[in-house]
């Protein structure tokens, strides 16, 4: 099966400007996530979806960052404006239901300047 | 919040020889989880052990775990050069996880 699909791969820009990410999870799973990565640390919990509705957003920095999937398949995040402290990678996950293991793409790398 | 812990952050063994990553964690848990990842890609869904299962095993993989001591730990028995990577505990507590800091495995071939 095609595994979960990123992009752009990486991406630098400048503060204040904005940014978003694509996602697409693998087919028929209907819980996707978001997980931000800092250098050094394990992945942290961003936004999860179940099909095209949130579960979970908690950790999310409303101010700035939105998420949003449309049609209950691919997904996408935006930063606006981006601060030096969201340089990270960021992850997208998905599974089939919110209990099982989830599959992760490769990530963005994103280096604010 | 990082619930998991993981012990050694770094650990640097020869080929052919055993690695055990530790993990504690805070809360009461459903499941368990551990994950590996390579440098500079995503992370890759390793074993799950659930709250009322001791140990559990998957090829050069055993996991315990220790529920009144809130601890899990990972053995990879008979290492090998590809196994050098990231490895992280991750607590689901309510169908979300929460990832540990990581234990930087090397090994030398």
């Known amino acids: 099966e095609a595994g979960v699909a990123q992009s752009p791969r990486y991406k630098i820009i400048e503060k204040r400007q904005s940014v978003a990410f694509w996602c697409n999870p693998i087919?028929?799973?209907?819980?996707l996530y978001w997980y931000q990565q800092i250098l050094g640390q394990g992945p942290k919990l961003l936004i999860q979806?179940?099909?095209?509705?949130?579960?979970?957003d908690s950790q999310l920095p409303k101010d700035r960052f939105s998420a949003e999937r449309l049609k209950g398949v691919d997904s996408t995040l935006k930063i606006q404006p981006a601060k030096l402290e969201d340089s990270a990678v960021y992850l997208c996950?998905?599974?089939?239901?919110?209990?099982?293991?989830?599959?992760f793409g490769d990530g963005t790398r994103l280096s604010i300047l | 919040s990082q619930q998991g812990e993981e012990d050694p952050q770094a650990l640097s063994i020869q080929e052919g020889e055993n690695a055990t990553m530790n993990c504690s964690y805070k809360?009461?848990?459903?499941?368990l989880q551990w994950y590996r990842q390579n440098s500079g890609r995503g992370l890759v869904h390793l074993i799950l052990?659930?709250?009322?299962?001791r140990e559990k095993h998957s090829g050069r993989l055993r996991v315990t775990l220790d529920t009144s001591k809130k601890s899990s730990s990972l053995l990879i028995t008979a290492s090998r050069a590809a196994d050098t990577a990231s490895y992280f505990c991750?607590?689901?507590?309510?169908?979300?996880?929460?990832f540990g800091s990581g234990t930087r495995l090397l090994v030398r071939p």
């Open positions: 979806f179940q099909n095209n509705g949130v579960v979970d």
């Open positions: 052990i659930r709250s009322n299962e």
């Open positions: 809360t009461s848990i459903n499941n």
């Open positions: 087919s028929g799973h209907a819980t």
């Open positions: 996950a998905s599974s089939p239901s919110g209990n099982q293991p989830q599959h």
């Open positions: 991750a607590t689901d507590s309510s169908y979300k996880l929460i």
